[in-house]
């Protein structure tokens, strides 16, 4: 195992009519900003649910927030912070909607001349506008962790970061919340989840026998539940588990102390930011091509990955066992309702010369041994068409 | 799964010379009182790394907490924070220095007239000196926790309490320190792991699959490492991730959202208090009478245990799993050099009256369904002669 230091401070409430419970988590003299994405938690009742929970105090809303949030949307709700004197803001969503409310909470609080330096400079965090969660779409695991990704409309560029200053101070995760959701985003979610824990598992041996089993836990957690979420979308423990899982994938505590990958985050962050595909879509594409191209690389833990999690080991080849792994990965993203090869979106070979271009003007050495070049991603898209 | 509400915030150092970063974790203007116990730290230099990491700031020694630390030894540390105005505190060592830590911070703030109501009657703790914590020995999971368990010598009392209160603020984990060991505290360490995660873990269904598959991690983990821990007590990832299984087992996380027994623990205290066995000789003796006297209460679970941990399921009927299961455990206590019967420790029935009439006198109702009376603890031990 690998040395490591982390501490993850967020109050997690879990279960049926937890929103109930908001206003206990939230100072009472609070000016509070809600922010969320378009209609659906209007439609579900959650907006409902969230404004009776918190009754009596001062809240302004901010709807709006996109999938694959804007930078210059955020830039707006850091206005209103300012001008309203919020002091806390409650974010009422998915991924999108919480990563946004990092960044909201950070830049109203920096300090320097431009805050898209944030995300492009990495420049340090001092301060943020304390805020909570009611989580309503599981997949990101940004309900408990202290990363965001923000996309710059302007020019296309999908950027992350971290701060210890963003943790959430509390969560809410209802399952029942997540009934409504259309197949897609169930699917999308299952997929985020899988490759979430994929990046930090699938990488070379590292003796931490805590984490990897952690790691299978959630993706055996996701092979049962994920198919059922889809057939029965009213079975509470099913979303439950879901929801659980997806906490988890991205917590931080199955990724310390062992090798983290992250490049098909990073290669599906470009083809959400040029083309606006799904996140869960990238990363269904993207996966099976690393796997692939870096099979050697990583033979000892996809070979793991196959045995513990897809029960393939007997009477098979070094080569099939990895084969076999990766198609099954495959098969499951199909189960789930969602693509994995490019044509299967309408792009083809100048998707990838894009993408290959854009990578290369970033220089970045991707993978858990840095070697993925932006040569090394065109070869893994290349796989994908 | 149950709802819950949870958060965790230790922050953990983890790994080979983390020691040294001590200075970083406490604040600069500290006044520091160090609680350890006997003189192991001292021989095997974990004291003079502390002192090295501490260098030039102000440091009292407060030496001598028992294994099942003392309340009356307490109270002389909280006569020591009063009069010399210390500040915050640090325990080295294993459980007993941790959780005696843990009452001192409390009861060093307490403003009631009698800290033993801390223990007794549960009151509630408004404040304790905030401390951190260098792990010397994997076992009881308190460097990760808010419980203690605090012995009165006068009337051999064993009682526990908890408090968001007593988290440490960090915990420094490094499984170098623990190659000096005795096998005996590698093994009692090892059982005491084990029945953390079996007192969460075997009671009935609550369809909750991550909390489940963690569980089975840890176990899992123990079964792969405790015995290499014993043949090669230099081996430092056999060592680290026993340190870190010990940690899982019971920092709330696997816990949380699913039913918890804990009979075996409170049976096994008054076997402490009473006769002076080790803990962990205590719950090998205690759980697989409560497993076997419950089982079909159990059952679901025992046999889920027996599948996932133990491979216990071909051809094989429902009685037999269940049985089969608990010989299983009963046999890795005796591989890890833990004797599992009242009579390895020179006890009979004369001690299984002893323990009856005290949880007679307690009234307490034990275990997930609160049915383990003072009767049926007598029933269980009386299957461990």
Redesign the interface.
């Known amino acids: 195992?690998?040395?490591?230091?982390?501490?993850?401070?967020?109050?997690?409430?879990?279960?049926?009519?937890?929103i109930a419970?908001l206003k206990n988590e939230i100072p009472d003299e609070s000016r509070i900003l809600l922010i969320y994405g378009g209609g659906s938690i209007k439609a579900n009742g959650v907006y409902d649910q969230v404004k009776e929970a918190l009754a009596g105090l001062f809240v302004i809303d901010f709807s709006g927030i996109e999938p694959n949030p804007h930078y210059e949307t955020c830039l707006q709700a850091v206005n209103i912070i300012h001008s309203q004197n919020i002091n806390f803001i409650l974010a009422v969503g998915g991924g999108s909607v919480i990563d946004a409310t990092k960044f909201i909470s950070a830049a109203a609080c920096y300090k320097g001349a431009d805050s898209w330096d944030i995300l492009e400079k990495h420049t340090s965090i001092a301060e943020a506008v304390p805020f909570g969660t009611v989580l309503t779409l599981p997949a990101t695991g940004s309900e408990m962790n202290s990363g965001a990704v923000i996309t710059r409309a302007s020019d296309k560029n999908k950027l992350a970061f971290a701060s210890e200053k963003v943790y959430p101070k509390?969560s809410i995760l209802d399952p029942s919340v997540t009934f409504s959701l259309p197949a897609k985003q169930i699917g999308n979610g299952v997929v985020d989840t899988f490759v979430h824990v994929v990046e930090q598992y699938v990488t070379y041996p590292a003796?931490?026998?805590?984490q990897d089993?952690?790691a299978?836990?959630?993706l055996?957690?996701l092979l049962?539940?994920g198919p059922k979420a889809l057939q029965a979308p009213h079975d509470y423990?099913v979303r439950?588990?879901l929801m659980?899982?997806s906490t988890?994938a991205l917590n931080g505590w199955i990724g310390?102390?062992v090798p983290n990958d992250w490049a098909t985050h990073g290669i599906g962050h470009e083809l959400t930011a040029f083309y606006g595909l799904d996140h869960g879509q990238t990363l269904a594409i993207v996966l099976p091509g690393v796997l692939r191209v870096l099979k050697e690389q990583k033979a000892e833990k996809i070979i793991r990955l196959g045995e513990q999690v897809f029960g393939i080991y007997n009477n098979l080849s070094h080569d099939e066992r990895i084969e076999y792994t990766i198609q099954a990965i495959e098969s499951f993203f199909e189960e789930m309702g969602v693509k994995t090869h490019l044509s299967d979106y309408g792009l083809g070979a100048d998707a990838v010369e894009a993408i290959y271009e854009r990578l290369k003007s970033r220089g970045w050495k991707l993978g858990e041994k840095r070697n993925i070049t932006a040569d090394l991603a065109k070869e893994i898209l290349l796989t994908r068409l």
């Open positions: 195992m690998e040395n490591f230091e982390f501490s993850n401070p967020v109050k997690i409430l879990f279960g049926k009519g937890q419970n509390f003796n931490a026998l805590i089993y952690f299978e836990s959630v055996k957690t049962l539940e423990d439950a588990n659980w899982a988890w310390i102390g």
